[in-house]
């Protein structure tokens, strides 16, 4: 394959693409998730059991559809001398089926092991847990914005190998890993010398089936792409098939003022020797996390520049550290940028990068407007908050990443994730108009 095209979807809390698996082809949505590698969907549409979620998705029938392994014709359990296998079960997770049963990794590594790869478990930095079996069948890509290719719109990628999953622990639908590692869909598919890129549509986009952004995988997502700012991957030790990025500063600026820059840890600036620090980007975690000091410091300068009133109540019940009440003249929920006495935060990487976020990025109208006013309230968080249901960083401040880049501050930015020149590119763009665009030029060709 030289490129490819998939269609990316906004619901309440992440980003979903289809994929469609089995012969005839069962077509299951998952969450797109840079800060883990398995690709796993949910199996068995009465014996699927999620502990701990939210009933939401289980009322929502796209979210809702599992992979029947009887129905499909091709499907078959990977061998434990696969290296997915070896993989899955290499980690010190004390969950996983090999440990609890005393087996060592050298008896998976033996090429003579025929056996079924055992059951593992897979764990998420927001104490998520899935249990399962891998296992191998066709998946079938849909080519969707590709525009002035004579290759087909179709391809077939036997044998591909992915986790069949029959409980989980607050991880309601299943997930496509988009890190480094072999079990990756992008490593699978032979797209890691090359790199990916998406533009994530604004939450109001929400379950809106007329529009997506596409997720572009191969060489078009990293070509001609001098407009974007790049800051150099960073590589750990810990988590080596994670994205990591360096995170020098935090500028905050209200209309045309001078910003006002809250300099941040050199936890977030590098990497220790075992790994531990750094900004992660991960599109499987929501809203981006800071850590202490940094997160009280940004706070307390908000504070500082914002004159409208606090909505404490809204504080209260949403859980966000930072809401007001602003002017809403039409009573009708502005654009992200029209509030200009709403600060814009700019993130400053290593390399003289720079990402000024677009307010919807930050302050998020939290409700309709009333009385000609909207609450909108600071969707960032600390690193010692609970990560939560389908987010795959982690949440301790000590151990693991200093910050994680969220998806929700990746709206209407174009992400471009170049894994041969090892770098991570930022640009803000109106990703529906985008869409819109590369829809157009689809259908013309």
Known sequence: ??????????IRDGYIIALNLGTPPQTIHVYLDTGSDLTWVPCGALSFDCI????DYRSNKLLAATFSPSLSSSVSRDSCSSPYCIDIHSSDNSFDACTVAGCSLAMLVRSTCYRPCPS???????????T?????????????????????STWEIPKFCFGCVGATYREPIGIAGFGKGPLSLP?????????????????????NPNISSPLIVGELAIASKDYLQFTPMLKSPMYPNYYYIGLEAVSVSVGGNMAQVVPVPSSLKELDVSGNGGMMIDSGTTYTHLPYPLYSKLLVLLQSVITY?????????????????????????????ADDDLPLITFHFLNNASLTLPRGNSFYAMSAPRNLTVVKCLLFQSMGDDIGAGDSSSSSSSLGPAGVLGSFQQQNVEVVYDLEKERIGFHSSDCAQAAIISSTDHHRG
Request: hydrophobic share 35%.
């Open 120 to 130: 593992f478990a897979y764990t998420y930095g927001g104490d998520g847990i899935v």
């Open 187 to 207: 490593s699978q598919l032979g797209f890691l010398q090359k790199g990916f890129s998406h533009c994530f549509l604004p939450f109001r986009y929400a379950n």
């Open 1 to 10: 394959m030289a490129d490819m095209a998939v269609p990316v979807k906004e």
């Open 132 to 152: 399962g079996t891998l296992a191998r069948d066709v998946l079938t890509v849909l080519n969707d914005i590709i525009p002035n290719r004579n290759s087909s």
């Open 309 to 337: 009133p606090r909505a404490t109540q809204v504080e209260e019940r949403s859980g966000f550290d930072l809401c007001y009440t602003s002017p809403c003249p039409t009573n009708k929920i502005l654009p992200d940028d």
């Open 52 to 55: 701990d979620c939210d009933d």
